[in-house]
């Protein structure tokens, strides 16, 4: 039997998310509960609040809270080349065949801080498809994107970066893309030249139309099953005909309603085509 | 009219020394196995997770890796897999997750246990095995807060002693037993739990 105390919380839980819902355009209704649970737990001890109700109540009297509460209810954390057998397969089974368009669309969904977007664009650059991409990097979270923008991460993190670029196929020095300065890597400003950064959410808002490739690693794992549904049907509806989808290595389309509008084209990097 | 029973599960959590405990854990419980047990295991995020094909071919019961929004099923071992934290939603659903290690750890024990213990309440098992940092030590507290059974590693027979010894200061009442009085606990104690 579940204890009250837990039956409590997670009602209390539910009604803060549809405080955050009613004040604001972000709905977090339909994200996993027990990884939201732990995340605004996290919030929840830092802004020194007794429970989720007195969470609620900041957020419903607190006008400038919300922002505050975003980056617990949004946090991904996400490396250069992440995974980077995903990135070598698109590098020799994927480029080759988006090589046959003479202009490329590009979506990385939720792309956080920007870590996955420079890894598309290097890899592009690379192959040769820079200059006939256009990349759109969206994410709910306005911060996030300003971060992505900016192309500034912690050096600490650029021996991992440099380590996943060499498994993923790189061509030069991973160095050759950003500069190091008072602790911090700013990557190359042209890489993101051909980059529209954009606010939107899989929960609410429409298709982009006409992408060759969507790239949306570990961001269905935070969806309900209905959430996935609808994510992974604006993908299909904005992806061109034997178009491409790219979700995480633990991720799966088999669970999912819309699964029949794609085949596997790579099955252990989680690479979908849509049919 | 019969009322469908509560489910109830088994997570367990090693670190340093799991394989060589669990090899004698989990090889005791029969493929009729009715509850479901979920493990986490500290593996290196760079590595593929070859943990569920391991024990897979050493067990009677079913093992697999945990997948994303799969329902947990009765007699099955469900392994989480590298680099991601596994969680029990309140629908007994799993989800996985790729935020933050703690304690330098994804998965994260504590992370399993405590989502567990909100989904199961008095109807888990928790089993704290060897290991070398303080992981499961708050998600052992929680399942005991619940009104779970917990159950530890007795130190000195672990290869690590560090994780039995902080999930007993933390979790007092929780019972320190050796691999083989853990094991018969899992396949008669567990038993009389509704399911």
């Keep these: 039997m579940k204890s009250a105390g837990a039956e409590i919380e997670a009602l209390e ?101 920007g870590e996955e977007l420079y890894s598309l664009a290097i890899l592009f650059r690379e192959e040769g498809l820079e200059s006939r991409t256009i990349f759109y990097a969206t994410d709910i ?20 970066f440099s380590e996943n670029y060499r498994k993923a196929g790189g061509r030069t020095s991973l160095s050759d893309y950003y500069t190091a300065a008072y602790g911090s890597a700013k990557f190359d400003q042209t890489l993101r030249h051909r ?70 084209y790579c099955r252990p990097e989680r690479i979908y085509q849509r049919t | 009219m019969n009322a469908e029973p509560p489910p109830a599960a088994v997570v367990i959590g090693a670190s340093v020394g799991a394989i060589e405990a669990l090899s004698l854990l989990l090889p005791t419980l029969p493929a009729a196995y009715p509850l479901p047990v979920l493990v986490v295991v500290h593996v290196p995020p760079d590595r593929k997770s070859s943990l569920a094909e391991l024990f897979a071919t050493r067990c009677q019961i079913g093992v697999k890796e945990a997948e994303d929004k799969e329902a947990i099923g009765a007699g099955m071992v469900y392994f989480a897999p590298a680099d991601y934290h596994l969680l029990v939603e309140p629908d007994f659903t799993i989800s996985l997750s790729s935020d933050e290690p703690v304690l330098f750890s994804r998965p994260a024990i504590d992370v399993l246990f405590q989502s567990a213990a909100d989904a199961y309440g008095d109807n888990l098992t928790g089993v704290v095995l060897t290991g070398a940092s303080t992981d499961g030590a708050l998600g052992l507290q929680a399942i005991g807060a619940a009104g779970g059974m917990t159950l530890v590693q007795t130190p000195d027979t672990a290869e690590g002693e560090t994780m039995p010894r902080a999930a007993l200061a933390a979790c007092p009442t929780a019972r320190a037993l050796s691999l083989e009085e853990i094991a018969t606990v899992l396949n008669t104690e567990t038993l009389s739990m509704p399911r």
């Design chain 1, 141 to 160: 979270n306005t911060e996030a994107l300003k971060r992505a923008e900016a192309g500034i991460y912690e050096i600490e993190r650029i021996a991992l």
């Design chain 1, 13 to 113: 839980l539910r009604l803060l998310l549809e405080a955050i819902h009613e004040k604001s355009r972000y709905d977090f209704r339909g994200y996993s509960f027990a990884s939201l649970k732990r995340r605004l737990g996290q919030a929840r001890d830092r802004f020194s609040c007794a429970s989720f109700s007195e969470l609620q109540h900041r957020v419903l009297h607190d006008p400038k809270f919300v922002p505050l509460l975003l980056p617990y209810l949004t946090v991904q954390v996400s490396e250069l080349f992440r995974d980077p057998s995903y990135f070598l397969a698109l590098r020799t089974q994927v480029l080759p065949h988006l090589r046959t368009y003479p202009s490329l669309k590009v979506w990385v969904a939720g792309c956080s801080a």
């Design chain 1, 195 to 264: 980059t529209v950064f954009s606010d939107h959410s899989l929960v609410s808002d429409s298709v982009f139309a006409e992408m060759h490739l969507v790239s949306c690693r570990n961001v269905l794992i935070y969806f309900n099953r209905e959430l996935q549904d609808r994510a992974v049907g604006l993908f299909k509806d904005s992806l061109v005909r034997r178009g491409f989808l790219g979700i995480g290595a633990k991720e799966s389309l088999r669970f999912n309603k819309e699964a029949e509008a794609f085949s596997e």
